[in-house]
């Protein structure tokens, strides 16, 4: 064999090694293959395998992903419609569904992301601006329209996307909202003048409270003492009842006995351990101390 005939052998084996190479596609189970013939898709695949194409230049083979999608967007300054100005940070979950618009549309992810981008943030900013900021921001379930807003963008954005793009947009939401640096501080000073203007309705209120409680313990003290004087002079003019009637009784059994003792007391107080009492022998007071007259019944 001459060497011209081995050259071609060598160039037509290297021919069918290279049209071998490039005329099967392998394709992964979360890939989309577009085949482009002179860069024109002709044919899509979509299910896993091995599949067979045109070789390279005539047909070329485009993956393209297959799985969800999350696109993190920048924050954003967006108005509401009460002129508000905030800051959302929104993220997108996606997908590619048509894989032919996809390419003819984008050709590329990045550009695809690009926008995806746009196209949210326009659909979240005419939403944010058709809402008054107090039914994006409250705490009050029923006041709060945050998740029916972006159940609105979201259906917007895939309609749009799957339109334009071949994307299937299955959530927008936000991930955090924010107030504008540039309000930052007549915010800040608002909010300050707020609490203020509470702290003081709270004190009034507190010192009113307080008043009040100090007054009706004031009225309770006095009628406990009104009461506790009262029941007081009650026992006390039962006793003395008591006492006299007890001082009767005891006069009119022993009355003589009787004598006898009030007239030691009135000599107890009159006289003290260094009084000296020279008394004759028939005084009553001789006689009462040296021999007290008490019958038998006062001495039993």
Same mark, same amino acid.
């Given at each position: 064999?001459s ?26 189970? /979360?890939?989309?293959?577009?085949? &482009? !013939?002179f860069? %024109?898709?002709?044919?899509?695949i &979509? ?5 067979v194409?045109l ?12 799985r969800?999608?999350?696109l993190?967007?920048? $924050?954003?300054?967006?108005?509401? #419609?009460? #002129? %508000?100005?905030i800051?959302?940070?929104n ?7 048509d ?10 992810t990045e550009?695809?992301?690009? %926008?995806?981008?746009?196209? &949210? ?5 005419a939403m944010?601006?058709?809402y ?12 709060? /329209?945050?998740?029916e ?5 979201s259906?917007?954005v ?8 071949g994307?299937e947009?299955?959530?927008? %939401? ?6 504008s ?9 608002r909010?300050?003048?707020e ?5 003081? !309705? ?5 010192h009113e ?9 004031? !009225? ?12 007081? !002079? ?13 001082y ?5 059994? /022993?009355?003589e ?8 007391e009135?000599?107890?107080a ?17 006689e009462?101390?040296v021999? $007290? ?8």
């Open positions: 064999m060497l011209k005939a081995k050259i071609w052998w060598l160039a037509g084996g290297l021919l069918s090694v290279y049209i071998a190479a490039t005329c099967f596609v392998t394709v992964k189970e /979360h890939e989309y293959a577009v085949i &482009t !013939q860069g %024109r898709p002709v044919k899509t &979509t299910e896993a395998g091995l599949a194409k070789p390279n230049p005539v047909q070329a083979v485009t993956p393209l992903e297959k969800v999608q999350m993190r967007l920048e $924050p954003s300054e967006y108005s509401t #419609r009460d #002129r %508000r100005n800051v959302v940070d993220y997108v979950v996606w997908r590619i569904v894989p032919v618009a996809f390419m003819t549309s984008t050709r590329t550009i695809a992301q690009q %926008r995806l981008n746009t196209i &949210t943030n326009s659909q979240v900013g944010l601006a058709s008054p900021l107090e039914s994006i921001l409250n705490v009050d379930s029923e006041q709060n /329209h945050l998740d807003l972006f159940q609105q963008v259906e917007r895939d309609k749009v996307s799957r339109q334009e793009l994307i947009v299955l959530a927008v %939401r936000a991930v955090k909202f924010g107030y640096p540039r309000n930052l501080k007549a915010i800040y000073d909010m300050s003048s609490w203020e203007r509470l702290s003081k !309705q709270y004190r009034a209120q507190g409270e307080a008043e009040k409680i100090r007054a009706r313990t004031e !009225q309770e003290i006095a009628g406990l003492k009104s009461t506790a004087y009262r029941d007081s !002079q009650i026992i006390k003019g039962n006793s003395e009842a008591r006492a006299a009637e007890l009767s009784q005891a006069f009119e059994s /022993h009355q006995f009787f004598e006898f003792v009030r007239t030691m009135a000599y107890k009159v006289l003290d351990n260094n009084s000296r009492l020279i008394l004759p022998s028939d005084s009553d007071l001789f009462q101390l021999n $007290p007259k008490l019958d038998a019944k006062d001495e039993s």
